[in-house]
C-alpha cells in the first residue's frame, strides 16, 4: 500500500509538473505574442431590433498563430487571468479598440470586455481616461462589459470603480447575464446601461417553454428597471422574431454577423439577414 501511494504521488507530481511547464508555455507565448502584435481583434456588430440598424460592435479579443489560424480567447483568457498576463492584454485590447473606432467612418458604439482582474485592479478608471484622450475618442462610444464575477469578489469596490467609469462618460454593460447565481442582486447593486442576455437562453430556445418564459421574464425585468436588453447568440429568424415579438432592444448573433477582422464587412452580412 506505501510503495503505491508513493507512486501515486510521484504521478501526481508528474501531472502538476505538466500543468506548470505548460502554464508557463502559454505565458511566455501571451508576452511573446504581446511583444511582437500577434494579436487582433475581430469585431461582431450588434443592431436594433426595431430598425435592423447597427448600433455597435463588440470587440473580440483573437491570437494569431503562425500558420495563420486563430487561438481563441476561451482557451487563453483563464490563464492570462492566472498569471496576471491579463492585465497589459486588456490595456493592449481597450487601446487597440477604442483606436480603431475611433477611425471608423460611422460613429457607432465599441464594446470591450473587461476582465475581473482588470477591475480589482487600481487605476482603471484613469487608464480608461488616459486612453480616450490619447486616442480621441468620445467617450460616450465606449462600453465597457463586465460579468457578475467581478461584482461578486467585492461588490463595493466594483461599484466604486464603476461609478468612476461613469462619471468619465462611458457606460457599462452587465455581460451573460443570467448564467451566474447572484445575477438579480448584482443589478440592484449597479444601475447598469445594458443588459446582454447570455446566449444559452437562444440555444435552449426550441427546447421547451421554460427558456422563453425565462427571456419573456428578464425582458419585463429590463422594461421595469428602464435597461434596455441585448440577447447574445441569436442564430436563426425563429428566434430573431420571438425577440422581436417580445420587445428586446437589440440583438448580436451570426444570423446579423460574425465577428469580422472587417467591420465593413459584417456589416454586408446585417443587410442581408
Ligand atoms: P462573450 O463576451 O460572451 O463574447 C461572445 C462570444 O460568443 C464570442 O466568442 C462570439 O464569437 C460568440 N458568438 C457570437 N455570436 C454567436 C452565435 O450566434 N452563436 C454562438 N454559438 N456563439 C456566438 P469568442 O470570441 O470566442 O469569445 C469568448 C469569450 O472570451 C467572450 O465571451 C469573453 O468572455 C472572452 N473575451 C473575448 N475577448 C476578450 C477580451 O478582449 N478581454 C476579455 N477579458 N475577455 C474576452
Ligand atoms: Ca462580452
Ligand atoms: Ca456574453
Ligand atoms: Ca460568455
Given at each position: 500500500a506505501k510503495a503505491s501511494l508513493v507512486t501515486d504521488i510521484c504521478f501526481y507530481e508528474e501531472a502538476m509538473d505538466e500543468a506548470v511547464r505548460q502554464r508557463r508555455r502559454v505565458t511566455l507565448g501571451l508576452r511573446e505574442a504581446l511583444d511582437n502584435d500577434r494579436f487582433e481583434l475581430h469585431y461582431q456588430l450588434q443592431a436594433s431590433v426595431e430598425t435592423g440598424e447597427v448600433t455597435g460592435y463588440e470587440a473580440l479579443l483573437r491570437w494569431r498563430q503562425p500558420d495563420g489560424s486563430y487561438i481563441s480567447p476561451m482557451d487563453f483568457i483563464p490563464i492570462a487571468e492566472e498569471t496576471g498576463m491579463i492585465l497589459p492584454i486588456g490595456e493592449w485590447v481597450l487601446r487597440r479598440a477604442c483606436a480603431e473606432a475611433a477611425s471608423w467612418p460611422e460613429p457607432h458604439r465599441i464594446a470591450v470586455n473587461l476582465s475581473p482582474i482588470q477591475l480589482s485592479h487600481v487605476d482603471l478608471p484613469r487608464m480608461v481616461h488616459q486612453i480616450l484622450i490619447e486616442t480621441g475618442l468620445s467617450p460616450h462610444r465606449l462600453e465597457l462589459e463586465i460579468t457578475e464575477t467581478a461584482m461578486i469578489s467585492d461588490m463595493e469596490r466594483t461599484t466604486h470603480i464603476l461609478?468612476?467609469?461613469?462619471?468619465?462618460?462611458?457606460?457599462?454593460?452587465?455581460?451573460?447575464?443570467?448564467?451566474?447565481?447572484?445575477?438579480?442582486?448584482t443589478l440592484r447593486a449597479f444601475p447598469f446601461d445594458k443588459i446582454k442576455l447570455d446566449r444559452t437562453f437562444m440555444s435552449e430556445l426550441d427546447g421547451g417553454p421554460q427558456s422563453k418564459a425565462i427571456i419573456r421574464a428578464v425582458l419585463a425585468l429590463g422594461e421595469s428597471l428602464e435597461i434596455p436588453?441585448?440577447?447574445e447568440g441569436v442564430e436563426t429568424q425563429e428566434q430573431l422574431a420571438f425577440?422581436?415579438?417580445?420587445?428586446c432592444d437589440e440583438v448580436q448573433g451570426y444570423l446579423?454577423?460574425?465577428p469580422a477582422r472587417?467591420?465593413?464587412?459584417?456589416?454586408s452580412r446585417a443587410q442581408a439577414a
Open positions: 461609478r468612476q467609469l461613469k462619471l468619465l462618460g462611458v457606460s457599462v454593460a452587465m455581460d451573460d447575464f443570467g448564467t451566474g447565481y447572484s445575477s438579480l442582486s436588453i441585448l440577447a425577440l422581436r415579438e417580445q420587445g446579423l454577423g460574425r472587417d467591420v465593413g464587412l459584417s456589416d
